[in-house]
């Protein structure tokens, strides 16, 4: 079955430096992939998309990169402050014949930016 | 980014009784929603899929005649947990999608349900 697999260890980081989270899966080849940030008691609001022939995606702070060969992405969130704390979730689509498309996600990894 | 609306965002009840969680997309067409659970310091889990007009499609575990889905039109689709039991208290999410996959998708705020 298909898996995908954040680090559920916390990840604690200085504000201004660069958090790096990971995401891998495994047997599936997605198209594209995604990340959402949660906060507390909140629903998840989508971040970014990347597709499988897009190596790198950036918006602002976020930074995704996207290895198909390693099936595995990587989400880094630069000069980072503190209202960057929150729990970033990744996602992919998969498909089943009954449902169509299911976005399903990964374990999530919580970050805490400390000033 | 679109706007997808549930309430009520907390609700307490009784053991034995039933309660009904709204979904509501309110500036765009959802042709599919999806409705997850999530327990503390855990992960979303997708408990079905409802397309509009037809049956909902729930994910191994999950009990249909508990959870009920109706997804009646476009912009709502309601969960109702029936007979709920201490251990049914969790979140409850909802999320709809304006296209067939391939697209972000747009997150109610949730609920956060006890049952007493």
């Known amino acids: 079955s298909q898996k995908i697999e954040q680090n559920s260890e916390a990840l604690n980081i200085q504000e201004g430096k660069t958090a790096t989270l990971t995401c891998n899966y495994t047997n599936y080849s997605p198209a594209y992939l995604q990340w959402y940030r949660q906060d507390p008691g909140r629903g998840p609001v989508f971040l970014l998309l990347i597709r499988e022939n897009e190596k790198e995606k950036r918006k602002e702070r976020l930074k995704v990169t996207f290895d198909t060969t390693l099936k595995q992405s990587l989400f880094h969130i630069t000069a980072s402050q503190p209202a960057d704390s929150a729990t970033y979730l990744c996602?992919?689509?998969?498909?089943?014949?009954?449902?169509?498309?299911?976005?399903?996600f990964g374990g999530g990894t919580r970050v805490l930016v400390k000033p | 980014g679109a706007v997808v609306s549930q309430h009520p965002s907390r609700v307490i009840c009784k053991s034995g009784t039933s309660v009904k969680i709204e979904c509501r997309s309110l500036d765009f067409q959802a042709t599919t929603m999806f409705w997850y659970r999530q327990f503390p310091k855990q992960s979303l889990m997708l408990m079905a899929t409802s397309n509009e007009g037809s049956k909902a499609t729930y994910e191994q575990g999950v009990e249909k005649d508990k959870f009920l889905i109706n997804h009646a039109s476009l912009t709502l689709s309601t969960l109702t947990v029936t007979s709920a039991h201490p251990e049914d208290s969790s979140f409850y999410i909802c999320?709809?999608?304006?296209?067939?996959?391939?697209?972000?998708?747009?997150f109610g705020q949730g609920t956060r349900l006890t049952v007493v």
């Open positions: 996602a992919l689509d998969i498909y089943s014949k009954a449902a169509g498309n299911k976005l399903t």
């Open positions: 999320s709809a999608r304006d296209a067939d996959g391939y697209t972000e998708a747009f």
